[in-house]
């Protein structure tokens, strides 16, 4: 799926500038946590989100696989980063100062007038505790946190069938999304993987991770009047649907989805 907007200043870090800064934003700046174990499709939600609200698709598991993939660093790792990119092989979390340092040096995408979607940030309370610090010292506000919401059988069987493109990172699903050729993506052609954190063993490490560090977030986000929890099960088209209705009359005033397009869309993980 291509993506709304070019994301070099995040990918990067560092000075590094998006060759393409986001355009003016559909009203107020959307700023979006979005909360959920892994597989559950919030990087599916994302990058609808991100494409109809016009505001920046922000994960940190997107920042690891570039720099995985030599896209950010020229093929050089710091011991910090190799530490990083071990842990998330196994499918442990990547310990919060190291995240936090990654983050904060990109503090400028966090106050970006186009808007954010963070997917997979903040994981543990120290990390959102740190963000609240961190925008509350930009004078940004979060306008919502969604917390999507699947029996955790139906993740676990999500992410052993869940394939990615390498190229345009669409994501299949063997039996409910499989690509029209095997292992091919339909959208541009390059190989589909198997990620290394979506074997058996890793996914077991992740969902205990879920547990233990990131569900506490749902009672963190819930105390600020933040939160809005959305069953996601169905296609990307429907959850998107059902995340527009949940939210409508708990979002700050004159901030209000535009409805869906009709057409489908391949979606991400
Ligand atoms: P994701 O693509 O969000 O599922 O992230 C893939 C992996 O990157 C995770 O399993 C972690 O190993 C690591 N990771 C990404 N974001 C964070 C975070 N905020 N805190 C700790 N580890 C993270």
Same mark, same amino acid.
């Given at each position: 799926?291509?993506?709304?907007h070019?994301?070099t ?8 500038q998006?060759?393409?800064?986001p355009g003016q934003?559909?009203g ?5 946590v979005?909360?959920?174990a892994p597989g559950?499709?919030?990087g599916?939600q994302?990058?609808?989100?991100s ?8 994960s940190t598991?997107?920042?690891f696989r570039a #720099? &995985?993939?030599? $896209?950010?660093?020229? =093929?050089k790792?710091?011991?910090?980063? @190799?530490?990083?990119?071990d842990?998330?092989? +196994?499918?442990n979390l ?5 995240v936090?340092?990654m983050?904060s040096e990109r503090?400028?995408?966090?106050r ?6 963070l997917d997979?940030f903040?994981?543990?309370?120290a990390?959102?505790?740190?963000t609240?610090?961190?925008?509350k ?6 306008t919502?946190?969604?917390?999507y ?5 139906e ?5 052993g ?8 990172k ?6 409910n999304r499989?690509?029209? #050729? &095997?292992?091919i $993506?339909d959208h541009c =052609?390059a190989k589909?993987?198997?990620? @290394?954190?979506?074997?058996p063993?890793?996914? +077991?490490?992740r969902?205990?991770?879920?547990q ?6 749902i009672d ?11 069953e996601?099960?169905?296609t ?7 995340t527009r209705q ?5 979002l700050?005033?004159?901030q209000?989805?535009?409805a869906a397009?009709?057409?489908?869309k391949a979606?991400r993980?």
């Open positions: 799926m291509a993506n709304q070019e994301r200043a995040w990918l990067k870090g560092g000075d590094a998006c060759l393409t800064p934003p559909l107020r700046p959307w700023r979006l979005l909360l959920g559950v499709g919030k599916t994302a990058e609808l989100l494409e109809r609200l016009r505001a920046c698709h922000l598991g997107d920042i #720099a &995985k993939s030599g $896209c950010s660093n020229d =093929g790792l710091s011991p910090a980063l @190799e530490r990083a990119l842990l998330m092989r +196994r499918g990547v310990p919060d100062d190291i936090l340092a983050v503090g400028r995408c966090l970006c007038g186009g808007g954010f979607i997979g903040p994981r543990t309370v990390q959102a505790e740190a609240e610090g961190l925008l010292r930009e004078q940004v506000q979060l919502a946190v969604f917390n919401e699947l029996p955790i059988d993740i676990v069987s999500r992410l069938a869940r394939r990615v493109c390498t190229g345009c669409a994501v299949y699903h063997l039996v499989p690509p029209k #050729a &095997k292992g $993506c =052609g589909l993987e198997h990620r @290394e954190d979506d074997r063993e890793a996914i +077991r490490v969902m205990q991770s879920y233990q560090s990131t569900m506490p977030l963190f986000y819930w105390q600020r009047g933040l939160l809005i929890t959305i996601a099960s169905g990307p088209e429907e959850i998107y649907e059902r949940m939210a409508k009359g708990q700050p005033p004159g209000e989805f535009p397009p009709m057409a489908e979606g993980g």
